[in-house]
């Protein structure tokens, strides 16, 4: 299984863009990349998810260096509402147990 | 859709006692998997089911069993529950095609005494 490295927190300001960067050396060939955020007293929301090269969607985006042994989840413009905790995942065809790693607390100040 | 549902949202047990968490999905989703949630960590897998009739064990399997009769129900059952499984339980399910993009429960909050 892979394991993924996150930094434990960050902080940033309202109207900023917000990178977090997770390290997935192992990863596999068939392994997806994803991304989580958790609010407190709920459970993960699924952000976005990508094999290599670059996706977005509404919310954020996600870019893949050509070795995939990383990612970086970009989310432009935060808002306080966008506190949470994110989590990096890898996984695919060659597993189907999705672990989560310890996260990303991610503050967001006025 | 009601998505997923957990019941109950909250439990207290005495040590020794064992109980059931229920999860529901109503989205024919094939994936199932039960988390924990100790307070200020992340999620450890401790189930998952990848179709009716299968399961297998996740990162912390012990003191737990699970069973998937159905395509839409997958609970959780604490054999002989201990202080060390007070937690915030989370059920999750994804599609078979798409099964890293998990939708989660509102979770169960357990407190083992």
């Known amino acids: 299984l892979a394991k993924t490295t996150q930094p434990i927190s960050m902080d940033s300001y309202e109207g900023q863009e917000v990178n977090i960067t997770c390290s997935h050396n192992?990863?596999?060939?068939?392994?997806?990349i994803t991304w989580y955020q958790q609010f407190p007293s709920q459970g993960p929301r699924f952000i976005i998810q990508g094999y290599k090269t670059k996706v977005t969607n509404e919310v954020a985006s996600l870019f893949i260096p050509a070795d995939r042994k990383s990612s970086t989840l970009s989310l432009p413009r935060v808002s306080l509402s966008d506190t949470a905790v994110y989590y990096c995942?890898?996984?695919?065809?060659?597993?189907?147990?999705?672990?989560f790693g310890s996260g990303t607390r991610l503050l967001v100040r006025p | 859709n009601a998505g997923v549902t957990q019941t109950p949202k909250f439990q207290v047990l005495k040590t020794g006692q064992s109980m059931t968490l229920q999860c529901a999905q109503d989205m024919n989703h094939e994936y199932m998997s039960w988390y924990r949630q100790d307070p200020g960590m992340g999620l450890r897998l401790i189930h998952y089911?990848?179709?009716?009739?299968?399961?297998d064990q996740g990162e912390v399997p012990n003191g737990y069993n699970v069973s998937r009769s159905t395509t839409e129900d997958f609970p959780l059952r604490l054999l002989s529950a201990a202080p060390s499984q007070t937690s915030v339980y989370f059920c999750?399910?994804?599609?078979?095609?798409?099964?890293?993009?998990?939708?989660f429960g509102p979770g169960t909050r357990l407190t083992v005494l």
């Open positions: 999750a399910s994804s599609s078979g095609l798409e099964y890293n993009e998990q939708f």
């Open positions: 995942l890898v996984g695919g065809d060659s597993s189907y147990k999705l672990i």
């Open positions: 192992n990863i596999a060939t068939n392994d997806y």
């Open positions: 089911s990848v179709g009716a009739g299968i399961t």
